[in-house]
């Protein structure tokens, strides 16, 4: 199977499936390139998707591709704008260069609620038109006794009625989230760093009842999700964990262990906290891609 890996980032997809052959990989964003380039053999483009000719894509040669668009346009954050949103513009323009290429299998994976937006509608209708079989599971890590929640919709496409998504799961007890931690004398010692990483006392104080407290004794305990704000945003950004009296921010090499990349996962050390944050936000949980897609993206 040859894949395509659209809105790639830092390779969320790319490493959840390391025997895919993965023909290209395409993002607008040079921080994301330069960690997947890190990571990755492949060739990477940094362009805008929305400009891609359907020639450039049949070029590609790739019977797979998968997407994980922007899921501003699908939230909250993005005051729900659906069609409106320009930053719909790149997925509208694939759904239409789906229904002439038609690849064999479609991926996708967006923020819940995305299953109910226009655009998806616009999506199982054209693709359905097409032959398309189009499938939605909701699903978060927890629920496979992973200690990260990320809800999330996953959506596959595909030719063949026979190929679907996992469903199915046994019930697991949750992993403790100590497992994925940084030993003390592992955290960064640059004074900038420290400052991010451990929470003011002010803001500890002021957000006392709305940020979300990990204590890594409790082997029940599951970390929120950590958004692209992580770092900016004190509250609905992400879990803060417990030591003494003091929390902290999980660091990038941690919030990764979270997502379920490997130690190996180069997080390039030229690009500041604040930036890791935010690409590991906007990543995805190889966990949950790992067991949704388990049966479709067979190497
Ligand atoms: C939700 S993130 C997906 C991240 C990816 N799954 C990963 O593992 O890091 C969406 C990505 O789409 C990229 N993007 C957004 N609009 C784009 C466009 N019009 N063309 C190319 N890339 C775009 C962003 O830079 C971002 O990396």
Same mark, same amino acid.
């Given at each position: 199977?040859?894949?395509?890996?659209?809105?790639?980032?830092?390779?969320?997809?790319?490493? &959840?499936?390391? &025997?895919?052959?993965?023909?290209?990989? #395409? %993002?607008? %964003?040079?921080?994301?390139?330069?960690?997947?380039? !890190?990571?990755?053999?492949?060739?990477? %483009?940094?362009?805008?998707?929305?400009?891609?000719? *359907?020639?450039?894509?049949?070029?590609?040669?790739?019977? @797979?591709?998968?997407?994980?668009?922007?899921?501003?346009?699908?939230? $909250?954050?993005? &005051?729900?704008?659906?069609?409106?949103?320009?930053?719909?513009? !790149?997925?509208?323009?694939?759904?239409?260069?789906?229904?002439?290429?038609?690849?064999?299998?479609?991926?996708?994976?967006?923020? *819940?609620?995305?299953?109910?937006?226009?655009?998806?509608?616009?999506?199982?209708?054209?693709?359905?038109?097409?032959?398309?079989?189009?499938?939605?599971?909701?699903?978060?890590?927890?629920?496979?006794?992973?200690?990260?929640?990320?809800?999330?919709?996953? !959506?596959?496409?595909?030719?063949?009625?026979?190929?679907?998504?996992?469903?199915?799961?046994?019930?697991?007890?949750?992993?403790?989230?100590?497992?994925? +931690?940084?030993?003390?004398?592992?955290?960064?010692? %640059?004074? &900038?760093? $420290?400052?991010? *990483?451990?929470?003011?006392?002010?803001?500890?104080?002021?957000?006392?009842? !709305?940020?979300? =407290?990990?204590?890594?004794?409790?082997?029940? @305990?599951?970390?929120?999700?950590?958004?692209? /704000?992580?770092? =900016? /945003?004190?509250?609905?950004?992400?879990?803060?964990?417990?030591?003494?009296?003091?929390?902290?921010?999980?660091?990038?090499?941690?919030?990764?262990?979270?997502?379920?990349?490997?130690?190996?996962?180069?997080?390039?050390?030229?690009?500041?906290?604040?930036? +890791?944050? $935010?690409?590991?936000?906007?990543?995805?949980?190889?966990?949950?891609?790992?067991? #949704?897609?388990?049966? *479709?993206?067979?190497?």
């Amino acid at each position: 199977m040859k894949c395509l890996e659209l809105f790639a980032g830092i390779g969320g997809f790319a490493a &959840s499936f390391p &025997s895919l052959k993965i023909v290209r990989s #395409v %993002d607008i %964003d040079a921080s994301a390139a330069r960690v997947h380039q !890190a990571n990755f053999k492949h060739p990477f %483009d940094v362009r805008e998707i929305a400009a891609l000719s *359907v020639e450039w894509f049949r070029t590609q040669d790739a019977d @797979a591709w998968w997407m994980s668009p922007p899921c501003t346009p699908f939230s $909250r954050r993005g &005051s729900f704008q659906d069609l409106n949103d320009t930053r719909s513009q !790149a997925l509208l323009h694939l759904i239409d260069i789906v229904c002439e290429l038609k690849p064999a299998i479609v991926g996708i994976e967006n923020v *819940v609620g995305f299953e109910d937006s226009q655009v998806f509608q616009t999506l199982r209708a054209k693709w359905s038109r097409e032959g398309y079989r189009v499938e939605t599971c909701n699903f978060c890590p927890t629920q496979i006794g992973w200690p990260n929640r990320r809800p999330r919709i996953y !959506a596959l496409a595909s030719l063949d009625p026979l190929i679907r998504l996992n469903r199915f799961h046994d019930y697991e007890t949750m992993r403790p989230v100590k497992e994925v +931690l940084l030993e003390e004398f592992e955290l960064p010692v %640059d004074e &900038s760093d $420290r400052d991010l *990483v451990w929470l003011k006392e002010a803001d500890a104080n002021q957000y006392r009842t !709305a940020i979300d =407290k990990v204590d890594p004794s409790d082997p029940t @305990a599951a970390t929120a999700c950590f958004t692209s /704000s992580y770092g =900016k /945003s004190v509250i609905r950004s992400g879990s803060y964990l417990r030591v003494g009296n003091r929390f902290r921010r999980f660091v990038p090499r941690e919030v990764a262990r979270l997502l379920g990349f490997s130690n190996e996962f180069v997080l390039p050390s030229d690009l500041d906290m604040r930036t +890791l944050w $935010r690409l590991l936000g906007n990543s995805l949980s190889l966990i949950a891609v790992k067991h #949704v897609f388990r049966d *479709v993206f067979k190497a």
